[in-house]
Nanobody, 122 residues
Framework: QVQLQESGGGMAQAGTTLKLSCAASGVSFRQYAAAWFRQRPGKEREFVAASSGAGFLTEYAASVRDRFTIFKDNAKMTLHLSLNMLKPEDTAVYYC???????????????WGQGTQVAVSS
């Protein structure tokens, strides 16, 4: 069993940067693909970014491409997300997820963290 714990959420001004982390435990993290999802107020959970097990493959949603950066640190068993050039629309609860198989849909992931709140003001 794998456990995931997000941290780093909070308040931020538009145009600034916020960094999130997700600590994994219980398994060899390199064996799992990992991803970030978010849920904006009143909306369904949506894909943000994903990384393959070794970290060589990364992918982003169009809404965050060129602004956010995902990094999978297998040595420290931690998944990172740098949220650059923040916009008010980025306000959401951010979740990290992991699964033996790579994917971009929430249904593809079996292990989830509890989420961390990000609030962007303008």
């Amino acid at each position: 069993q794998v456990q995931l714990q997000e941290s780093g959420g909070g308040m931020a001004q538009a145009g600034t940067t916020l960094k999130l982390s997700c600590a994994a435990s219980g398994v060899s993290f390199r064996q799992y693909a990992a991803a970030w999802f978010r849920q904006r107020p009143g909306k369904e959970r949506e894909f943000v970014a994903a990384s393959s097990g070794a970290g060589f493959l990364t992918e982003y949603a169009a809404s965050v491409r060129d602004r956010f950066t995902i990094f999978k640190d297998n040595a420290k068993m931690t998944l990172h997300l740098s949220l650059n050039m923040l916009k008010p629309e980025d306000t959401a609860v951010y979740y990290c997820a992991a699964d033996p198989s790579y994917g971009k849909s929430a249904e593809a992931y079996h292990y989830w963290g509890q989420g961390t709140q990000v609030a962007v003001s303008s």
